[in-house]
């Protein structure tokens, strides 16, 4: 699924998705290594430099943690959480994957207890759910997992 650009983005975004892969914009000032500029489609719209994902990583406005280490589903563990919690989400995203599939309900209780919201989806699910939370303005983490 493709989504259209938003006209000015201070942090990341999400800007399509297809099994396997999503694809994340941002403004040039928070560039990385290969990265693809958008032509700005009118006067109006900033650049903003696309990045194509394939591994397991960690997104917020501000942040994107490449290369996030649970590759696969049955490798996440409590561990990889703390690296969501660490960037004090107001509410956390969990793309599983294609389809959803639940994590330790233990490893998620610290969330709870300090009133984070977790929600658990498919990462398509997961895709379309932070951009709506982000342009709200809400401080939202998501961990999308590769396989």
Not at 47 to 56: D, K, N, P, R, Y
Not at 108 to 135: S, W
Request: aromatic share 8%; proline share 8%.
């Amino acid at each position: 699924m493709k989504f259209t650009q938003d006209s000015g983005p201070a942090g990341y975004i999400i800007r399509a998705y297809a099994p396997g892969c999503i694809i994340v914009a941002y403004p040039p000032a928070r560039a990385a290594e290969n990265v693809v500029a958008l032509p700005p489609s009118d006067a109006e719209r900033s650049v903003l430099l696309e990045e194509q994902l394939t591994a397991s990583f960690v997104i917020a406005p501000q942040h994107l943690l490449r290369d996030w280490p649970p590759q696969e589903f049955d490798e996440l563990n409590e561990e990889h959480l703390r690296l969501i919690a660490a960037l004090d989400p107001e509410v956390v995203l969990l793309g599983t994957g294609p389809k959803i599939r639940f994590p330790n309900q233990a490893w998620l209780r610290a969330f709870h207890q300090h009133g984070v919201g977790v929600e658990i989806m498919d990462n398509g699910a997961a895709c379309r759910t932070y951009n709506i939370l982000m342009t709200e303005g809400r401080n939202v983490v998501a961990g999308f997992i590769s396989g």
